[in-house]
């Protein structure tokens, strides 16, 4: 059975939610988000998986099993299969728990031989197909880190970022598609959390020190001594 039918098929999760914690983090192009896992993963010792970053990685991997299906849906500007993203990321989060390093970072051991661990699921899901199936197969999300930024200032930010980042979606026409995108793929993701008092909104209009500050106490409401 191939991976994808594999994950299809399956409807128990690999992962104990008791073991293995997961956030997904979420918001419009520009909110900050890269910068703020950034911080997460330094004072905390998450694993920071971006969906995008293991599907560009997975293309450009020699025999990969998926390498000439993402480069067929990228080039015809088609979403990757969702049973594709959810096979990289939980590959990805595999690899973190068995690690034998990680007992000291993101991954501990418990007396009964489980393996634990904490993970930052930066950009995913993107819509609420992915979410559903990848609760259902992998692990349960803990809750949705949503950074909730006006357009405007995404906008900004990203106009900014793109006098010298050389990335072609940095223009205005392609920020306002984008964001037009997450609004109507992603934030149904958000709501569909939101109505299980599963997302924690963090206002990521002022400068990043605040904007940590912000997030580093609503995480410490929610997951207390798992933080350490």
């Given at each position: 059975?191939?991976?994808?039918?594999?994950?299809?098929?399956r409807t128990t999760p690999v992962f104990s939610k008791d073991d293995v914690t997961v956030i997904f983090v979420l918001g419009g192009p520009g909110a900050g988000k890269g910068t703020q896992c950034e911080r997460l993963v330094a004072r905390y010792g998450f694993s920071h998986l971006s969906?995008?970053?293991?599907?560009?990685?997975?293309?450009?991997?020699?025999?990969?099993?998926?390498?000439?299906?993402?480069?067929?849906?990228?080039?015809?500007?088609?979403?990757?299969?969702?049973?594709?993203?959810?096979?990289?990321?939980?590959?990805?989060?595999?690899?973190?728990?068995?690690e034998p390093t990680a007992v000291t970072s993101t991954s501990t051991q418990t007396k009964s031989g489980a393996k634990?661990?904490?993970f930052l699921i930066d950009g995913f899901p993107r819509k609420l197909d992915q979410a559903l199936k990848f609760e259902e197969a992998v692990v349960p999300a803990r809750f949705v880190l949503f950074y909730d930024c006006p357009e405007d200032e995404m906008e900004r930010r990203l106009l900014e970022?793109?006098?010298?980042?050389?990335?072609?979606?940095?223009?205005?026409?392609?920020?306002?598609?984008?964001?037009?995108?997450?609004?109507?793929?992603?934030?149904?993701?958000?709501?569909?959390?939101?109505?299980?008092?599963?997302?924690?909104k963090i206002d990521a209009r002022p400068e990043p020190d605040k904007v940590f500050e912000a997030t580093q106490a609503e995480l410490t409401k929610r997951l207390g001594d798992q933080l350490s």
């Open positions: 059975m191939s991976t994808i039918d594999n994950l299809k098929d969906a995008g970053d293991l599907l560009r990685a997975e293309q450009a991997r020699p025999d990969s099993e998926f390498g000439d299906l993402i480069r067929d849906h990228i080039r015809n500007g088609l979403i990757v299969p969702m049973e594709v993203t959810i096979a990289l990321l939980e590959a990805a989060m595999r690899q973190v728990l068995d634990k661990g904490k970022r793109g006098k010298t980042s050389g990335r072609e979606d940095d223009n205005a026409d392609s920020i306002r598609k984008r964001f037009r995108t997450f609004i109507e793929t992603s934030m149904p993701v958000v709501d569909y959390f939101e109505a299980q008092d599963r997302v924690v």
